[in-house]
């Protein structure tokens, strides 16, 4: 029943109103639109048009199952379209799903650049556990992600690039300019700790960098806006661990922060570049070039410009950085 050819001889019937019409239309014999239509109603156990009136009018039952066939043809169309467009590098429609660090940042930069490969784009923004079962579920194209997906069937994972995270300090309550985090561990371990509640990736590497240095801070503080953070650690009132991309969410409240590289081990935060394999080699490399580009050309330049303490910290994975997209770009 449900198969493309059922359906547009059934919309043809209805449209002109004859069999021997509907069959010119599409080429095929006036027998075989006949049969077609026995085989219908066979299989939904009803008439699906008024045998006896002329021009034939569908029953209900056929209206229903026409409106149904609408969608699939109509969906047919699109793919053809869609087809046609990707292999020109074109996608009708685009959906991108970013983390929540990512989005604010960096989005301004890359999406503008993705209109020129799409009709119409949508833009997803959500945890890395959210994005990462969107994109499996065909929710969204492309994700940039704090995980990597590269085991998961049908789906393409690279490392794009990395973040260095910092103990991030109130300047008003430190020993000196240029003090260490062993001059500091007092004051930290005397200070609230705030934690991101919502960011799942984030709050594992903060336990794990407290239990590292031995600290129990007497209180936590538990927040889920990056601004807000840095509100708090600049009114002196608390310490955290963030990436340069989180501090910069919080740019505003800068001023009277400092940041500190963490002693003995270095905890980083990757961002993956997923999206299923069908994507053409071609259009990933343009893709990866953009973001590239974003990242270093225009939003580096910026954070360095206001606070160039937290450039070092962001760096292209040794495969990106190896590559020459000059020519995509």
């Known amino acids: 029943m449900g198969t493309?050819?059922?359906?547009?001889?059934?919309l043809a019937v209805?449209?002109?109103?004859?069999?021997?019409?509907?069959?010119?239309?599409?080429?095929i014999s006036q027998p075989t639109v006949s049969v077609i239509l026995k085989k219908i109603e066979s299989e939904v156990e009803g008439d699906i048009y008024y045998h006896n009136e002329r021009p034939i009018k569908l029953t209900p039952l056929g209206r229903m199952l026409s409106h149904q066939f609408e969608k699939f043809v109509e969906l047919d169309d699109q793919t053809k379209n869609y087809i046609k467009t990707f292999k020109k590098g074109f996608l009708p429609s685009f959906r991108i799903g970013t983390v929540d660090s990512f989005c604010p940042n960096i989005n301004p930069?890359?999406?503008?650049n993705l209109l020129e490969h799409t009709?119409?784009?949508?833009?997803?923004?959500?945890?890395?556990?959210?994005?990462?079962?969107?994109?499996?579920k065909n929710r969204i194209d492309i994700a940039i992600l704090n995980m990597d997906l590269q085991e998961e069937e049908g789906i393409v994972s690279e490392l794009i690039?990395?973040?260095?995270?910092?103990?991030?300090?109130?300047?008003?309550?430190?020993?000196h300019a240029n003090s260490t985090v062993g001059e500091n561990l007092e004051l930290m371990?005397?200070?609230?700790?705030?934690?991101?509640?919502?960011?799942?990736?984030?709050?594992l590497t903060q336990t794990r960098f407290l239990n590292n240095l031995g600290i129990k801070p007497p209180k936590s503080i538990e927040l889920d806006?990056?601004?807000?953070?840095?509100?708090?650690?600049?009114?002196?009132?608390?310490?955290?661990?963030?990436?340069?991309?989180?501090?910069?969410?919080?740019?505003?409240?800068?001023?009277?922060?400092?940041?500190i590289r963490p002693p003995y081990t270095r905890f980083y935060k990757p961002f993956y570049f997923v999206h299923k394999q069908w994507m053409?080699?071609?259009f990933e490399n343009l893709l990866i070039s953009l973001l590239v580009s974003a990242i270093m050309d225009k939003f580096v330049p910026v954070m360095t410009s206001r606070f160039p303490e937290l450039a070092p910290y962001l760096k292209l994975s040794e495969s990106i950085a190896k590559r020459d997209f000059r020519e995509l770009v």
């Not at 493309?4 to 059934?10: D, P």
């Not at 209805?14 to 080429?27: D, H, P, T, V």
């Not at 119409?120 to 994109?135: M, Y």
């Not at 002196?236 to 940041?259: A, C, M, V, Y």
């Open 4 to 10: 493309l050819q059922n359906a547009k001889i059934l």
């Open 14 to 27: 209805q449209r002109l109103g004859s069999i021997s019409k509907a069959a010119q239309e599409l080429n």
């Open 109 to 112: 930069y890359f999406v503008p």
């Open 119 to 136: 009709q119409k784009l949508v833009i997803e923004e959500g945890s890395t556990l959210e994005l990462a079962d969107w994109i499996k």
């Open 161 to 175: 690039f990395t973040e260095e995270y910092v103990i991030v300090l109130p300047k008003s309550l430190l020993m």
């Open 189 to 203: 371990s005397r200070l609230s700790f705030i934690y991101l509640s919502n960011l799942s990736f984030d709050k």
């Open 225 to 259: 806006d990056f601004s807000t953070v840095c509100q708090i650690v600049n009114s002196g009132h608390g310490w955290t661990l963030l990436t340069p991309l989180e501090l910069w969410i919080g740019r505003d409240f800068l001023k009277n922060i400092t940041i």
């Open 280 to 282: 053409m080699p071609k």
